[in-house]
């Protein structure tokens, strides 16, 4: 174990000074899922650095032993068919690398596919996250908020992202707290996160969605859940509601700045979470949110 | 003037207008070049007519260096758009339209051609056949691809390019969001030219089956046999998916069907799963010809028979097997849950089990060889180390958790690339190289050669290992721009620099064919390389027949053991050989398929339902034609032979 983690000690040591002073979003987790990630990383690339040298040591052995430039000009290569024991052991080890591989890709699948372990003992935050053309909408509907382009999410917590599209299929991606996943028109996905301290974090789109893909980003802010509770009472006091006539122009293409309302646009225009097939949105609308009132201005969040 | 109007380019830029000028100013001169030089008649009896497989693979071969071409400077204008922060060169919509045709250019349009060049030239010399099985065949799939091409390259100037990636995911490529003609053109031109590949699966099958020479048993067929076989073995499962895919999007696009839709019932991820289905396998159709290739190559130069032969065999056996059971790894990230995942991630990883027996392999015939640093040796030396680190990261993007952290990330753009520029490219470039004296009767400069090699290997180096650190970092790929605050600048900068270099070696590769064919002598015999499969031991030209007489074959190496053993190679003697005729409806039917693709494209259905009225008529017009072929008599064969031997 030791020899393990010194080894992935030098190779992380490697790419940091290789890439300059700041660590690589991927490989600076602050979240459990975004570890187990990178702990996977660093050790693929430990043991597969091995393989590359093994390889380039035996290739450079070769070239250099029996170049024909070295080679008495009468030497006549010899005829060899291949030895049995030479191309077990070419599979076996290869064998017993990937069978370790397999054994790690398949626990860290259940741990990333499930709630954080160290938090398993809290209720997760469910966060409705879904992508138009080119924006995020974020609905918290335990605190009947929603937000566009910014994430607010309290630490220490497990959060359940509940993922969907209002178009193309989008990918869901905040590198420091884990790995994407697909966002579709036709189902929901779900992902699990957790933040482990406060702070900023990069947020974006990262499946190819047309023109304004490439600024389809939001910020994340993870703070205290002490924190968290008192922007939630700031949003409900300050944010104006969100009617269905706001939301379907929100879904029109293009890029909008950071938006708050209070309500959230679950009630008029569902997750496709129960049936299957896409068809007609709207039929169950017009049922929740009816205490609010047409009110269309926004708060515009200041960044 | 309404009607017209939809042959508009809908984005279009002063580079589109300049490049149609040229595009016009270059057909121009080819027409009055031909006519001038009273050349038309010559290149429809030798060329477009022509069923010799000799010919076909030659024409391949310079579709596939023009399209290489233009698939590069598509990458060249890719990178300089991301070389520096918030860069104005291209929009965004010219960028998505770049990336798209780069990909589908370089993977439908230079790598299959590439490697159809060198299976339909090599394969029936080195089994010591006269032709293909189904010659006209051969030729109606060589112009279905063709006319693909053409089809698709006319997207930049009629209607406007294809934008949705070359994965074409739906529900973006869809009428809702891609609303030029772009993604038609991308459906029409695929299938067309996907049409001629399936034909070539059946008939590379058939002919490797059917017309061995006496004594060619399967084990005993040179390696590049063996991965055609198994190559095309894959082509024949894979690609009727890809054609009922885009039969579904096509139907979706211009029939109001809702196969990919978000609405009445539409599934997202149907076309993504259809299209990797055929689109994992598609990157082993590539990689396992150009393995056979570096087979060839590296027991010809260590100058040593391929070690461990059968395990060779069999791992490209299991790779093919394999290559069809792993395609979700493409999109881990759709939600499918840890067991999927499981599944194939394991079946990904066992793939590099096999891949790396044949790693060994090649290294243990350099074992005690006697090697030769020759320009087709270098490619296959260069690819063992770069093809390593590609297909180390690919176990590493195989880990599915790690890979919800790599996909859509340019780590993951570093890795394919990786494996299909050493693997594919250089392969091709080695074949090339290698075989242009059987091709051309003379060979391409050493010297010239060399420095193309270490231009291209140092700056593929320098363009892609730089895209796993920013993939890292949190850089996607198909971005348009990156802003300053996220510190990719310095190294896209690395990367444009290296596409620079890779262009270099390109423009040196051409310079070397222009180089070569004024100054390389022509007196170099039939066997330059001192090779070992039969390819070489026929003339050089080869004559249309290939062979005066059918070889008589004892093991994979059935030259070399002539060469050294004193084994009888020729031992008949000559008889008439019956060859098949030239015809010019392959060439007829497919330019009708274009006609065809061209009318879909725009919705114009009277034209597109008489071009298929005529595509039957072409297939009637076969099936009532009586066209045995013609034989050539002794005499003349001996008059051939004769003037080839004083070529000599």
């Known amino acids: ?303 | 003037m309404e009607f017209f109007q939809r042959f508009a380019i809908p984005n279009p830029s002063l580079a589109i207008y300049a490049s149609m000028v040229a595009i016009g100013l270059t057909v121009i001169a080819i027409i009055a070049g031909l006519t001038y030089f009273k050349k038309w008649g010559y290149l429809w009896r030798e060329w477009l007519t022509t069923v010799d497989h000799k010919r076909i693979g030659i024409m391949y071969l310079i579709s596939a260096l023009i399209m290489l071409f233009r698939g590069g400077v598509d990458a060249i204008m890719m990178r300089a758009q991301l070389a520096v922060p918030d860069n104005k060169l291209l929009d965004a919509q010219h960028y998505n339209e770049i990336f798209t045709t780069h990909g589908v250019v370089m993977v439908m349009f230079m790598a299959m051609p590439f490697i159809f060049a060198f299976m339909n030239y090599v394969v029936p010399l080195q089994i010591g056949a006269r032709d293909v099985a189904f010659p006209r065949l051969n030729a109606l799939s060589f112009w279905l691809f063709f006319f693909g091409a053409m089809l698709f390259n006319l997207s930049f100037v009629i209607g406007g390019s294809p934008d949705a990636g070359w994965t074409s995911y739906f529900p973006l490529a869809g009428n809702d969001f891609s609303e030029s003609v772009g993604t038609n053109y991308y459906m029409l031109a695929i299938q067309i030219s996907g049409l001629g590949s399936l034909m070539t699966g059946i008939n590379m099958i058939t002919t490797i089956i059917k017309m061995r020479a006496p004594g060619m048993t399967l084990m005993k067929m040179p390696m590049f046999t063996w991965a055609t076989l198994v190559t095309n073995l894959i082509m024949v499962t894979v690609f009727p998916v890809l054609t009922v895919a885009l039969a579904m999007g096509t139907m979706d696009r211009l029939f109001g069907t809702h196969f990919f839709a978000t609405t009445n019932g539409g599934m997202d991820m149907l076309w993504a799963n259809l299209f990797w289905v055929w689109g994992h396998p598609e990157v082993y159709i590539l990689i396992l010809p150009a393995f056979g290739i570096y087979s060839e190559i590296i027991s010809t130069f260590a100058g040593r028979n391929l070690y461990g032969y059968k395990s060779m065999v069999a791992s490209m056996v299991v790779i093919s097997a394999l290559s069809c059971m792993v395609w979700a790894h493409h999109f881990f990230t759709m939600g499918q849950g840890a067991l999927s995942n499981s599944f194939f991630s394991i079946t990904t990883m066992m793939i590099s089990v096999p891949t790396g027996v044949k790693i060994f392999n090649w290294l243990f015939t350099l074992w005690k060889g006697k090697i030769r640093f020759t320009v087709p040796m270098l490619y296959s030396i260069g690819f063992i180390p770069l093809f390593v680190i590609g297909g180390v990261t690919g176990v590493m993007l195989a880990m599915s958790a790690a890979d919800y952290q790599y996909h859509n990330t340019m780590f993951l753009v570093a890795h394919f690339h990786n494996t299909i520029i050493p693997g594919v490219v250089f392969a091709m470039l080695a074949g090339l190289t290698f075989y242009w004296p059987k091709m051309f009767g003379f060979m391409l400069n050493e010297r010239i050669g060399k420095w193309a090699f270490w231009f291209l290997s140092i700056g593929f180096c320098l363009a892609f290992f730089p895209m796993y650190i920013t993939g890292l970092d949190g850089q996607a790929r198909r971005m348009y721009t990156y802003s300053e605050a996220t510190g990719f600048g310095p190294l896209n900068m690395v990367s444009f620099v290296g596409a620079g270099v890779m262009a270099i070696a390109f423009a040196l590769i051409v310079y070397n064919v222009y180089y070569s064919v004024r100054y390389s002598p022509r007196n170099i015999g039939a066997d330059p390389w001192d090779a070992r499969s039969l390819e070489w031991a026929t003339h050089t030209p080869v004559p249309e027949y290939n062979f005066a007489i059918e070889p008589q074959v004892a093991s994979s190496q059935a030259f070399w053991d002539s060469k050294k053993k004193g084994h009888e190679l020729f031992p008949g003697k000559l008889e008439k050989i019956h060859m098949p005729n030239n015809s010019g409806v392959p060439f007829i039917m497919s330019a009708i398929f274009f006609v065809w693709g061209f009318s879909m494209v725009f919705s114009l259905w009277i034209p597109a339902i008489i071009s298929v009225i005529a595509i039957f008529a072409c297939m009637a017009h076969r099936s009532f034609e009586k066209d045995h072929g013609h034989y050539i008599s002794v005499k003349e064969i001996e008059e051939t032979e004769t003037k080839l031997r004083g070529a000599n």
């Open chain 1, 1 to 303: 174990m030791k020899v393990k983690s010194a080894l992935l000690m030098l190779v992380f040591t490697i790419v940091t000074v290789l890439t300059g002073c700041e660590p690589l979003m991927v490989l600076d987790p602050k979240g459990p899922q975004a570890n187990r990630q990178a702990h996977d990383i660093m050790l693929s690339i430990g043991i597969m650095s091995f393989i590359v040298i093994v390889v380039f040591a035996i290739l450079i052995y070769v070239l250099i032993k029996y170049r024909a430039s070295k080679a008495s000009p009468d030497y006549e290569p010899p005829h060899i068919e291949g030895n049995k024991w030479v191309e077990m052991i070419c599979v076996g080890i290869p064998i017993i690398i990937v069978a370790y591989f397999s054994f790690v890709s398949v626990q860290s699948n259940y741990i990333v596919e499930a709630k954080p372990q160290v938090y398993k003992d809290k209720e997760p935050l469910v966060i409705y996250a879904s992508s138009s053309d080119w924006k995020w909408h974020f609905s918290y509907p335990e605190e009947n908020i929603e937000t566009v382009n910014y994430l607010y999410i309290p630490t220490n917590r497990p959060i359940e992202f509940k993922l969907y599209s209002y178009g193309p299929i989008t990918s869901f991606w905040i590198p420091q707290l884990g790995g994407q996943k697909y966002a579709m028109s036709d189902m929901v996905t779900t992902l699990h996160l957790a933040a482990d301290k406060p702070g900023e974090m990069m947020g974006r789109n990262a499946n190819f969605s047309g023109k304004g893909f490439a600024e389809n980003m939001f910020n994340v802010t993870a703070t205290t859940e002490k924190d968290f509770d008192k922007w939630v009472k700031d949003v409900k006091k300050t944010a104006k509601p969100l009617t269905e006539k706001k939301f379907n122009e929100l879904l029109k293409p293009g890029h909008l700045g950071q938006m708050t309302f209070t309500g959230t646009h679950l009630g008029f225009s569902p997750a496709p979470e129960h049936h299957h097939s896409g068809s007609s949105k709207h039929e169950e609308g017009h049922t929740g949110n009816s205490q609010m009132d047409m009110d269309m201005s926004e708060h515009q969040n200041h960044k």
